[in-house]
C-alpha cells in the first residue's frame, strides 16, 4: 500500500479499519483538553470503559454476601481465576488447561525457576540474552546465587554483533550449542522490552530442548502483541505480566504457561500451596498436598478477585476481537508510523534511526540523533505519551485497540515541530 501524509489520507485509513469502534471503549488521559496520542501501551495499556463494572461486580458481591461470595456470588471467587484460562489459551497459542492466573510477573518467574531450573554439576548454565529486562537479570542472578553458583560462569548471554542494534537467531542458536550439555535453562524476553524485536521463539525453542535444556519465555512484551503458539512450539513454561497490551491496570496479575507434559506430576518440584490442591479436596483441610491436574497446581494462595476482574474485563475484548484481527491492525498502523518517521526525517536536521529489526511486534524504537531529552519533553508537553532510553531512545507503541492511523499523523506534525523549534 502507498501510504501519504496526509490527515485525510489517515482519516480514510481510520475509515476502513475494522477496530476503529474499540478506541472509544477506553479511557484516555487528557492534555489541555484533548485525548493523547498514546505509546506507551508497552508499559501500562489504557483503562478500558468497561473494567469499573467488573470492579463493582466485586465490590457489590463483597458489600452484600461477604464471605458467601466465595461461593454463591455469580462469579464466585473460589475458582474466578479459572474464567481467564479459556481466553488467555487463544491469546498465547495453549491449552487452557496450561495456564493460571497469579501473583505477578517476576515472582512466577522464581517460582517457574523451582521447578524447571535444578541445576547440577554437569548442567548449570542459564542462557539468556545480553541486556535483558532488569529485574529477570535480578532474577536470574539471585537464583543462581541461591543455588550456591557463580554468576560470570553460570549466565551465558547472547550477545548483539559490534554495531548491530538486534539479536541474531543465528547467534542465539550457536550459542545453545556452544554451551551443549551444560545448558540447564535457556530463558530469554520473547520481545525485547528495549529494541521492540521478536525473537524466533519457535527456532530458539527447538534448539533450547535439543540440547537437553528446559526452555522458558518471559512474554511481558510479547503477549497480546504478537503470535504466540506456546503449547505446537514445546515451550515447558512461560510467564508474563498483564498491564502492557493486556490492559489490565497497574501492577496487575501474572499468568503462566506450563506445559501439560508436567501436570499432574508429584515427583517435581514445586512450591506449593493450598490452591493448587484439588478443588474436590481442598476444603477437607488434608495435610497432603494433591495437585491439580492442571497448571492450577502452582497456585499458591487463593486469588485476588479484585485484581482478577479488570483482566477479566480485558480478556473479554480481546474474545471479541481476536489475536488476527489485532495483529492485521498492529501490521498495518506501525507501517505507517514507521513511513510517517521517514517522511518528517526527510523534512528536518535531526536523523531518525529505526533500531527495532523487521521481525517487530507493535513497538519500534527509535534513536533520535541529534535530539536531547528536550525534545521528548516537547512531545509530552503537547499530549504524545512515549517513553525516553538512555541515551537517546524513543519507543513508540501505538497498540492496535486504541491507537488511530490519525494519531499517528499528528504524531509527525508535533514531532516536526518539537524539532525544528529545539
Ligand atoms: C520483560 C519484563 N520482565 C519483567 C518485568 C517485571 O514485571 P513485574 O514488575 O510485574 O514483576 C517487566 C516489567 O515491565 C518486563 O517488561
Redesign the pocket.
Known amino acids: 500500500m502507498t501510504f501519504k501524509n496526509t490527515l485525510s489520507f489517515a482519516q480514510q485509513l481510520d475509515a476502513e479499519d475494522q477496530l476503529a469502534a474499540y478506541r472509544d471503549q477506553f479511557h484516555f488521559p487528557k492534555v489541555e483538553g484533548k485525548d493523547v496520542i498514546y505509546f506507551t501501551g508497552n508499559?501500562l495499556g489504557l483503562q478500558p470503559k468497561r473494567t469499573s463494572a467488573f470492579v463493582e461486580e466485586i465490590m457489590k458481591d463483597w458489600r452484600d454476601l461477604a464471605v458467601e461470595g466465595h461461593f454463591y456470588a455469580d462469579k464466585p471467587w473460589w475458582d474466578y481465576h479459572e474464567r481467564l484460562a479459556e481466553p488467555l489459551a487463544k491469546v498465547v497459542g495453549a491449552k487452557a488447561s496450561e495456564i493460571s492466573v497469579m501473583n505477578?510477573?517476576?515472582?512466577?518467574?522464581h517460582l517457574l525457576m523451582v521447578t524447571f531450573y535444578r541445576p547440577t554439576q554437569k548442567r548449570y548454565k542459564i542462557l539468556c540474552e545480553e541486556k535483558?529486562?532488569?529485574?529477570?537479570q535480578y532474577?536470574f542472578q539471585s537464583q543462581i546465587k541461591f543455588h550456591g553458583l557463580d554468576i560470570s560462569d553460570t549466565l551465558v548471554e547472547v550477545k548483539k554483533r559490534e554495531g548491530e542494534h538486534f539479536w541474531r537467531t543465528e547467534d542465539v542458536l550457536s550459542k545453545i550449542e556452544e554451551v551443549g550439555d551444560e545448558l540447564a535453562l535457556v530463558l530469554l524476553?520473547g520481545?525485547?522490552?528495549y529494541n521492540g524485536q521478536v525473537f524466533d521463539m519457535q527456532a530458539i525453542t527447538r534448539a533450547g530442548k535439543a540440547a537437553g535444556a528446559y526452555v522458558g519465555w518471559?512474554?511481558?512484551?510479547a503477549v497480546g502483541n504478537v503470535e504466540l503458539k506456546l503449547h505446537d512450539w514445546d515451550a515447558d513454561f512461560a510467564a508474563w505480566?498483564s498491564?502492557?497490551y493486556m490492559n489490565s491496570g497497574p501492577?496487575?496479575a501474572?499468568g503462566v504457561f506450563i506445559h501439560e507434559r508436567y501436570h499432574g506430576r508429584t515427583d517435581i518440584p514445586r512450591f506449593e500451596g493450598w490452591w493448587g490442591t484439588k478443588k474436590e479436596t481442598r476444603f477437607l483441610m488434608q495435610p497432603e498436598f494433591d495437585p491439580m491436574d492442571n497448571a492450577d497446581a502452582w497456585q499458591i494462595s487463593n486469588a485476588p478477585v479484585l485484581a482478577l476482574a479488570p483482566y477479566l474485563a480485558s480478556l473479554e475484548m480481546f474474545e471479541e476481537v481476536g489475536m488476527p484481527a489485532l495483529i492485521e491492525k498492529r501490521n498495518k498502523i506501525v507501517a505507517y508510523l514507521e513511513f510517517i518517521l521517514r517522511e518528517i526525517d526527510k523534512e528536518v536536521d535531526s536523523s531518525f534511526e529505526i533500531i527495532t529489526p523487521k521481525a517487530r511486534g507493535t513497538q519500534l524504537s527509535v534513536f533520535l540523533h541529534g535530539e536531547g531529552r528536550s525534545l521528548f519533553d516537547y512531545l509530552m508537553k503537547n499530549g504524545v505519551i512515549t517513553d525516553w532510553r538512555e541515551p537517546n531512545v524513543i519507543r513508540l507503541a501505538p497498540a492496535p485497540f486504541y491507537c488511530s492511523f490519525e494519531d499517528m499523523y499528528h504524531f509527525g506534525q508535533i514531532l516536526k515541530r518539537g524539532i525544528e523549534e529545539s
Open positions: 508499559s505477578t510477573l517476576t515472582v512466577n518467574l535483558a529486562f532488569p529485574s529477570d532474577m524476553g520481545v525485547n522490552y518471559d512474554l511481558a512484551h505480566c498491564y502492557k501492577g496487575n501474572s
